[in-house]
């Protein structure tokens, strides 16, 4: 074709041709797929894609047509049937179809995957609340597991410093999505919990901004969810919206809707911190002045009294070195509590560096190995006693009169039974019993 004869269109009318040529073939289609990466504008249409394990077409249902629609509400990871028109969104020259009805088919891969790991964990105990950690109240550091180049930092970093200026941010960067992500965020967390005490921290955030369920999986994966779980610094979980939930967030301390509300709760504002201070340090002082008040009226009454009257100059130094004593007190009042908070920062170091599993462990030990000593000691005090009462029984068996009898003797009973010991005691013609080792025999006295 000679140049001059060749159409050469704008690429607003190429869009617009296959709109047209799209619409007028698939008027209407239903599409099979699960949905990912739902949206909901604030106008009230619909934003989704709808995937399967080949391909993806984006959706878009206008609110109209998802007030009439079977599925009034849809959720990430269901599976769908998706009737409407195929079109193209010629802005950005980007098929998509224009949903008039969203079924329910069944759930899909991904929601019933991330199901079957919930479960899994679950029955492991790691979602267990007994093992939960407490937050420090103020921590000193705070460490920070997430993309260095992603907004959720931004909004960590801009919330942190607005809530409590000049505290210390240590950020571990780390992919948050695709292959290798889960890798390098769990190496970020054993990171933390090995570094020494000049990178020691006293709570980790862990998360990301939000996205799609595939976007998000890294944190349902394993290498994540045991380093979360082995973590001795406590963990708040903060991936995505309020709305996505993965491994990550029942397995974490706690967790947070979005990393802007992961760095709301991880410490409270300086501000009320201070204020709290100096509230209960005024609270002090009045108590104080008070009491000092009391003392100085109880002075200036005895001052007063007229057996005391000879000795005013006494009392004035008194009263001069209760006032003395009073700044003194203030004093070291402000000493004091300057030290106390040291001490609790300190103390709370301390907690949060606490290893109560090895603690526990070695109290197993030593409670393993004084069973092991008890069951020893019950063992000899055991033979002890069979040795003892074989050693009776045997005396016993020497002392039994059937042995006596056995060899050769015999026991003389008279009428009454009584034993007979002396043969002068015996009258003429009495009746006596003679017992042997076998039997016994009746017998009459006959005296020569």
Known sequence: MHPAEEKVFKVSEL??????????????????????????????????????????????????????????????????IVRGMLSVYVPRGEMQIVASDIRLEGIGDIFAAL???????????YFDPQRKKALPLLPGRIGVVTSPTGAAVRDIVRVLQRRFPGIAIILFPARVQGEGASAEIAAGIDHFNQAGPERAVDVLIVGRGGGSYEDLWAFNEAPVVEAIFRSRIPVI???????????????????????????????GRKDEFLGRIDFLRHGLL????????AKGSAL???????????????????????????????RLFQQAWNRTLARWHRDAQRFAAFDMAGLLRNRE???????????????????????????????LASLNPDAILAKGYSITTDRERRVVRDAAALEHDAEIRIRFSRGSAAARVVKE
């Open 286 to 293: 009045r108590h104080m002045e008070r009491a000092l008040h």
């Open 15 to 80: 869009a617009q041709l296959a709109k047209m040529s799209l619409e007028d073939r698939f008027a209407e289609v239903s599409v099979l797929g699960e949905a990912s990466g739902v949206v909901l504008a604030g106008s009230g249409h619909l934003y989704f894609t709808l995937k399967d394990s080949a391909g993806a077409v984006r959706v878009a249902m206008f609110r109209g047509s998802l007030q009439r629609s079977t599925l009034k509400k849809l959720e990430n990871g269901q599976r769908i």
């Open 115 to 125: 199901e079957r790991l919930k479960v899994a964990y679950r029955d492991k105990g």
């Open 300 to 330: 200036q009454g005895l001052r007063s009294d007229s057996a005391l009257a000879d000795f005013p100059g006494r009392l004035l130094e008194l009263a001069q070195s209760l006032d003395n004593t009073g700044f003194s007190l203030a």
């Open 365 to 395: 030990l030593v409670v393993s190995h004084l069973g092991t000593q008890a069951a020893a000691r019950h063992n000899e005090r055991l033979q002890q006693r069979r040795e003892r009462a074989t050693a009776l029984a045997g005396k």
């Open 237 to 267: 979980s903060a991936v995505g919206h309020e709305t996505d939930f993965t491994i990550a967030d029942f397995v974490a301390d706690l967790r947070a809707a979005t990393p802007s509300a992961a760095a709301e709760l991880v410490v």
